[in-house]
């Protein structure tokens, strides 16, 4: 059984720490000794799961004060097609192993740091390297993260004309006072700009990112950011909660000055997304996780969402990323030198990694899967032979004694509390590590 004890606590104002929860088993667990396993795994058969492809840039303008990804501010265009000829070359060693050989990609997206930071012409060089290797002419989603100060009108045209299909923007917030205090290189012009373009270039689906209790925001700002926002209609829109990870320049200059960072406090900031899960739905949008919202079900889907949260393979292209092949978790080296030192020799460079439990792997669909606020318990029970709503009977009455799940077998759903809050209730289904051997 889980031991759930004080797990769900998420402190009432916003202490430094991560609470959102983007993967199972925790990174904490990964280790470089399981490499050989993630190499045996790439060596091994293809598994019947969708195969993804994901791809770093791991380069933005300027470092928001609230970030804790690996990016690098300070390059020159020679660092970057530098490391755009090292994507290549990874995706070549990669597409030469068994277990991706010959796949389909269901899903691709470019992701960061900053995917736009490229110039049109390194654009154009590292997705045709990348079909050298892997063509996704049939992929039903190739996505691409744009910051709006990065963008052109003739970049934008690229994107459509190299085949990306869902552009996601990175506004964040509308008011510049508040863009400014926490980093962000934009400002609300270029937001505008930059969707216009988008707008006339046409693509199948757009996305705004917004972050919901930047430093400075007070309800009147959050409410005119979301006015904004649904006048731009975006095909859908994301909307993450403020946190502080420990290594961002918020916690670390609080840390040196002694201080705190000012950031609202998390019913606060739950407040904020419940009234803009409102607007949007009074304005036609769906709620489809605790994050998202779109416009148009029938025609708007998150195939790297829903297909990752399922547990899809995913090949990670780049420093520091994330993938998932052949049943196995991996990270890749986690400095740009390291990266580049690996894949100029020819290796993988693969650093740590993790191959979970079949059990772990049905807690980790599990918990991503109760991210949309709707988990389908038949389909884990058909594809793992147990019933999520028996073996985890306990967390369920839990939940419900809360009031933030109801049990309607074969689903579980989350009512509007509980998706607000779902990274704070998904540590309970977390379970202490097998014993060696096991
Ligand atoms: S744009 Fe994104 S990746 Fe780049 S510094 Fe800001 S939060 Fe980090």
Redesign the pocket.
């Known amino acids: 059984m889980s031991d759930t004890a004080d797990r769900d606590a998420i402190p009432a104002t916003t202490q430094p720490g991560s609470y959102f929860v983007s993967n199972y088993p925790p990174f904490d667990r990964w280790h470089a000794g399981a490499v050989p396993e993630v190499l045996a795994a790439f060596a091994g058969p293809p598994t019947a799961e969708a195969l993804g492809l994901y791809a770093h840039i791991p380069y933005?303008r300027?470092?928001?004060k609230?970030?804790y990804?690996r990016?690098y501010t300070d390059v020159t265009a020679g660092d970057v097609e530098r490391y755009t000829e090292a994507l290549v070359r990874e995706a070549a060693l990669v597409a030469a192993q068994p277990a991706v050989r010959d796949r389909i990609l269901r899903y691709v997206y470019f992701g960061?740091?900053?995917p736009s930071f490229l110039s049109v012409r390194q654009l154009e060089r590292l997705v045709d390297g990348l079909h050298r290797s892997f063509g996704w002419d049939d992929a039903e989603e190739v996505t691409f993260e744009c910051?709006p100060g990065t963008l052109s009108e003739p970049k934008v045209r690229a994107l459509k004309s190299l085949g990306m299909t869902r552009i996601s923007l990175?506004v964040e917030n509308f008011d510049d006072v508040i863009l400014e205090a926490n980093g962000?290189?934009h400002l609300s012009a270029e937001i505008l700009r930059a969707w216009e373009w988008i707008r006339r270039a046409g693509f199948p689906n757009t996305n705004i990112d917004l972050i919901a209790g930047m430093l400075g925001e007070t309800t009147e700002s959050w409410q005119a950011t979301i006015e904004k926002t649904l006048a731009l209609e975006p095909d859908s829109v994301t909307i993450y909660q403020m946190e502080l990870p420990f290594n961002t320049v918020f916690v670390r200059d609080a840390k040196h000055g002694g201080g705190t960072v000012p950031v609202a406090d998390w019913p606060t900031k739950r407040a904020w997304v419940d009234w803009a899960f409102d607007r949007f739905t009074q304005a036609g949008y769906a709620i489809s996780s605790g994050y998202t919202l779109v416009r148009d079900p029938a025609r708007v889907h998150f195939r790297y969402r829903d297909m990752l949260w399922e547990g899809s393979d995913l090949v990670a292209l780049g420093v520091a990323s994330f993938g998932h092949v052949g049943g196995v978790h991996y990270q890749n080296e986690t400095h740009q030198a390291d990266y580049l030192d690996a894949v100029e020799a020819g290796r993988l460079p693969i650093v740590r990694g993790l191959r979970p439990t079949r059990r772990e792997l049905l807690i980790r669909e599990l918990v991503l899967g109760l991210k949309r606020g709707r988990l389908d318990t038949g389909r884990l029970e058909r594809k793992f032979g147990i019933d999520p709503l028996v073996e985890w009977a306990r967390e369920w009455e839990s939940l419900e004694a809360e009031g933030v799940a109801e049990r309607r077998p074969p689903e579980v759903r989350l009512s509007r509390e509980g998706i607000l809050r779902v990274d704070s209730l998904l540590p309970r289904f977390f379970e202490a590590p097998p014993p060696v051997g096991a």
Do not use: I, N
Request: aromatic share 14%; charged share 25%.
């Open positions: 933005c300027k470092r928001c609230f970030c990804f990016v960061g740091g900053t910051e990175g962000r290189a």
